[in-house]
């Protein structure tokens, strides 16, 4: 049924939705460009909307277009996502742009988006119900948690997903699904919040079976994580006249196409190898970053060459003068690398 629950709700969020640069103001007629909205919700995935906001702000002002941004060179693309992480959302959106440019319009219903390369079904069901006003669910984190409490659904994450979809459904409003959408968005990331909900402030309150039961802190309920498998790997950095040597990661691959230190394979065991003539080698510490479905163990030498090279094994060198090292968009991980050896590199500079 489409009644009190969604009047309350929208009545709340037409008041009290949370000003993001990427929104339309609630209630209004004119709907947001698609494309900034799938930009928005990509670069949302994993990231917060404090970090988004600055990269969405450029990524349109550098590709203002969805054309615009199907023309770009996926290196460039790569760089202006540095620090996001998740690269293959990058990749996928510059993948995605190009099918879209060759198709000459925008995908405007959830099932023709989620033919597009890295949209998955929250994605598209944002997409569809934000930019399209389509009736339909957009399950994010803070979506699934508002459903699991409003209904007291205690089956496990991710399981429950369909059952909380189709809980939900009936609700949505067919005037406003956009604003429905962005209002239980809201509501999760402000009241509904995973500890500590602030029950008593909630516009939806009285109908929520979990305030009702006093089981609003036990859920959601998810199914236990199996611990992540962890990696080795080891980096060199290697100095040579105020220059360092960077390569490109593997086009296919984790953090493809990316520059990165150069270094060994990741493996089960840790690793230590220098396929190169060296002056000194010094241990400089270890960067443990987490991966979807591993964690790394990231190795540090500082190694002094006494001559600049062109390759390391198969893989072409650049040397990059470390006063430009800020702008070489390396990723999250090189990134603290990086920050690990010139915050540690006082006492030894060659
Ligand atoms: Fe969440 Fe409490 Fe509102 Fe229920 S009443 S939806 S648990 S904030």
Not at 83 to 102: E, F, P, Q
Not at 228 to 244: E, F, K, Q
């Amino acid at each position: 049924m489409a009644g009190s629950l969604a009047d309350d709700l929208l009545h709340w969020y037409d008041q009290a939705a949370r000003a993001l640069p990427w929104r339309q103001p609630p209630g209004g007629t004119s709907r947001p460009d698609p494309y900034a909205v799938w930009l928005a919700e990509v670069m949302l995935q994993q990231t917060t909307v404090m970090t988004a906001a600055p990269y969405w702000q450029r990524f349109l002002g550098r590709w203002p277009t969805v054309g615009a941004l199907a023309g770009a060179e996926e290196a460039e693309v790569l760089r202006e996502w540095a620090g996001l992480g998740y690269y293959a959302r990058a990749r996928n959106l510059l993948a995605a742009a190009r099918v879209i440019a060759a198709a000459g319009r925008f995908p405007d219903s959830e099932q023709a988006l989620r033919e597009l390369p890295g949209v998955g079904p929250y994605t598209a069901a944002a997409i569809a119900a934000i930019a399209f006003n389509e009736v339909t669910v957009a399950l994010d984190g803070n979506v699934e948690r508002v459903a699991a409490r409003l209904f007291d659904i205690s089956d496990p994450l991710p399981g429950a997903r369909r059952t909380l979809r189709e809980a939900l459904y009936p609700h949505v409003p067919p005037g406003r699904p956009g604003d429905f959408a962005q209002a239980l968005m809201d509501l999760g990331a402000t009241v509904c919040t995973p500890r500590a909900p602030r029950c008593r402030a909630c516009p939806i309150g009285s109908a929520c079976a979990a305030r009702a039961a006093g089981t609003a802190e036990a859920l959601p309920v998810k199914a236990p994580r199996r611990a992540r498998p962890v990696r080795h790997g080891l980096a060199w950095w290697i100095d040579h006249g105020a220059a360092v040597a960077l390569v490109r990661r593997p086009a296919n691959g984790l953090l493809g196409g990316m520059p990165a230190l150069p270094g060994t394979e990741w493996r089960a065991e840790p690793i230590r190898q220098h396929p190169f003539e060296a002056r000194w080698i010094q241990e400089a510490g270890t960067v443990v970053h987490g991966f979807t479905h591993f964690e790394l163990r990231l190795a540090i030498d500082r190694v002094q060459v006494p001559e600049r090279f062109s390759r390391i094994g198969d893989q072409p060198v650049s040397w990059i003068p470390l006063g430009r090292l800020a702008d070489a968009g390396l990723p999250t991980l090189y990134a603290r690398a990086v920050a690990r050896i010139l915050g540690a590199s006082e006492d030894r500079t060659p």
